[in-house]
C-alpha cells in the first residue's frame, strides 16, 4: 500500500513537471526586472478566540511590502497586550523559464514580551530570532502560484531578572509552504503551512495553518479575511491545538 501510495506521489509530480516544462520553454532568465516595483501598504486586525503563549483576544499589525518580482521586501508592526513585534524579511530569486524562481530568503524579527511570565522584569523580555533560507516558487500563468522556503531558525532570548541576565539560544529549523490561486484581477486565495509567519517564529513542531482570500474592491484598495489555525508540539501524539483566529486585512497598493 505505502509503494503504491508512493508511485501516485512520484506520477502526480512528474505529471506536473512535465506540464511546466511545456509552458516554459523556450528557455530564459530574469535576475531582474527593469520595471517600478509594486508597492503596498496593509492593516491587520486579529480577533483570537483562543489564548495561546503570545495571543490575546485581539491585536494589530501595519505591513509595507515592494515587489520587484525577483526581489520582495517585507516589513511591519505587530502589537496587542501580550508582545510586540518588528519584523523585516526579504527574497531575491532568479526566475527561470518565466516558471520557475529559485533563491535565498533572509529574515529578522524582534519580539518583546509584556505579560508572559510573572515574576520576571517583563518590560525588558526579548527575544531575537535570525533566519536565513532558501526558496522556490512555481508560478502557472499567474494564477497558480506554489512556493516553499525553509533554513535555519535561531533565536537568542533575554530574561533580565532569572536572575542575573540569563540569556538562551535556540538554534531549529523553520520550513513554510503554501498555494496561491488567483482566478481573476480582483480575487485571490491562499493556503498557507508551516512553523513561521512574518511575526511568528515556533520552534520546530509547532506549526500554524491559515486560510484566506483578498478582493480588490477598487482600483488600489482592496479587503481580505483569513482563518487562523495553531498547534503547539503537534509531534506529540496528544490534543495540542492552541490557536484559533480570524484576521482582516485592508490594503492599498501603489
Known sequence: MKRRSLFYSFLILFCFLNEAFVFAKPFSVSFFTNERPKISLSQRFEYNF??????????????????????????????????????????????????????????????????NFAGLNEELFSEHNVLPGAFIRFNLNDVWNLYFNAGGLYKFTVFPDYPHNAHMNDNTLFFNTGCIFTPTDNWRFFIDFGNCSLFDDCLLGNFKFDLGFSYRIWQRLWFGSELIFGWTDASVPQDSFSHLGIRTNWGVKF
Request: net charge negative.
Open 50 to 115: 483562543m489564548h495561546g503563549t503570545k495571543y490575546e483576544n485581539s491585536g494589530f499589525s501595519t505591513v509595507a511590502a515592494l515587489d520587484a518580482d525577483e526581489l520582495l521586501v517585507i516589513g511591519g508592526f505587530n502589537a496587542n497586550t501580550k508582545s510586540t513585534d518588528i519584523a523585516f524579511q526579504a527574497y531575491y530569486a532568479p526566475c527561470f523559464w518565466n516558471l520557475v524562481s529559485v533563491g535565498v530568503s533572509a529574515k529578522y524579527h524582534y519580539y518583546k514580551y509584556s505579560d
